[in-house]
């Protein structure tokens, strides 16, 4: 399975960015965005299990939302109310038949 993220950029603090994940063949599996931040460890920001429950790092709730589209191969991550601590680059991932990255998205929250 092939994920392409695309919807990264620079935003000023309180602003809205939307990142969407397309993949190559319909996700039955676990669909999530990751993120990363320069010295952190990556962490799961949002993510839509195979039983349709959908978590959220507790950092982002109220500001994140996870959706997908009804075909299910394409993932989105509406962020509002961005702070500078929400800057990395964000990963989409999905299991299907095992563990699938994407490239990357870089997120900047800066004034």
């Known amino acids: 399975v092939q994920l392409v993220e695309s919807g990264g950029g620079l935003v000023q603090p309180g602003g809205s960015l939307r990142l969407s994940c397309t993949a190559s063949?319909?996700?039955?599996?676990?669909f999530r965005w990751y993120r990363q931040a320069p010295g952190k460890q990556r962490e799961m920001v949002a993510g839509l299990e195979y039983d349709l429950t959908i978590n959220y790092l507790d950092s982002v709730k109220g500001r994140f939302t996870l959706s997908r589209d009804s075909i299910m191969n394409t993932l989105f991550l509406q962020m509002d109310s961005l702070k500078p601590e929400d800057t990395a680059v964000y990963y989409c991932y999905a299991y299907s038949g095992g563990d699938n990255w994407g490239q990357g998205a870089q997120v900047t929250v800066s004034s």
């Open positions: 063949s319909r996700i039955v599996g676990a």
